[in-house]
């Protein structure tokens, strides 16, 4: 153990210390030179922080489009909706065809329900000449117009909102087209001369038996389902 009484020798002095001297900032130096620094730096960072909250948000309305959620079939039935009631091609539908669109899709809304989502998401005739904002609280109701993008939001969301039972059960009306409750052997022969499909006669009949689990000569509405619900 060293002596408590010894003292340490002194530390070498370092011949680069007078070559560096001068070179840091001096605290007390012309201001500004470690301000502008920091303020550059914050600017960079205040950037950054604005192109992540921008991509967020176009992430977020992405994401939040309820077009989104839809299959690229049931994409081209709002459109195909859309342009069969837009009579005159100008990219708009007034009331009567807003709801027979909507009826074309399977929903039937009523009226006061049409006129809200028409308030909500419509705009005025072009032909009147007023503000834009004026137009559309002047305009009543049943006179605003839907756009394409307005229409194809609206029924975007009630397809999105649907139970999946309802969408099978239209299914299965498309089959059962006079209502007994059940697909029997006539209704597949119809639907496959409808479609095009050149299914032989033993093929329907092997659909019908397969299916048919109490031996009634058709497919009911609960077999229906669960065949399609899997």
Do not use: W
Not at 1 to 30: C, E, V, W
Not at 97 to 122: D, M
Request: hydrophobic share 35%.
């Amino acid at each position: 153990m060293a002596s408590a009484s010894q003292p340490h020798p002194a530390f070498p002095s370092r011949p680069y210390s007078s070559t560096i001297h001068g070179k840091l900032p001096d605290r007390n130096g012309p201001p500004g030179f470690g301000v502008s620094s920091a303020t550059r730096e914050n600017a960079r960072l205040e950037r950054e922080r604005q192109e992540r909250e921008r991509a967020q948000r176009e992430a977020a309305v992405g994401s939040s489009n309820p077009l989104n959620a839809l299959t690229d079939e049931q994409r081209e039935e709002i459109n195909e909706a859309f342009g069969l009631f837009d009579l005159d091609k100008d990219q708009r539908i007034d009331y009567h065809e807003f709801k027979v669109s909507l009826k074309a899709l399977g929903f039937e809304l009523p009226k006061s329900e049409i006129l809200s989502l028409l308030t909500t998401h419509g705009i005025p005739p072009p032909s009147q000449a007023n503000s834009l904002q004026h137009q559309h609280a002047q305009t009543p109701p049943s006179r605003l117009l839907l756009t394409l993008p307005a229409f194809q939001s609206i029924a975007a969301t009630l397809i999105s909102q649907r139970d999946p039972r309802d969408e099978i059960l239209r299914a299965f009306a498309l089959f059962d087209t006079d209502n007994k409750g059940v697909i029997s052997l006539e209704d597949l022969r119809r639907v496959a001369r409808e479609l095009g499909e050149g299914l032989e006669e033993e093929e329907l009949v092997a659909m019908i038996e397969e299916f048919d689990l109490e031996g009634k000569g058709g497919v009911g509405k609960e077999e229906f389902v669960g065949i399609c619900m899997g």
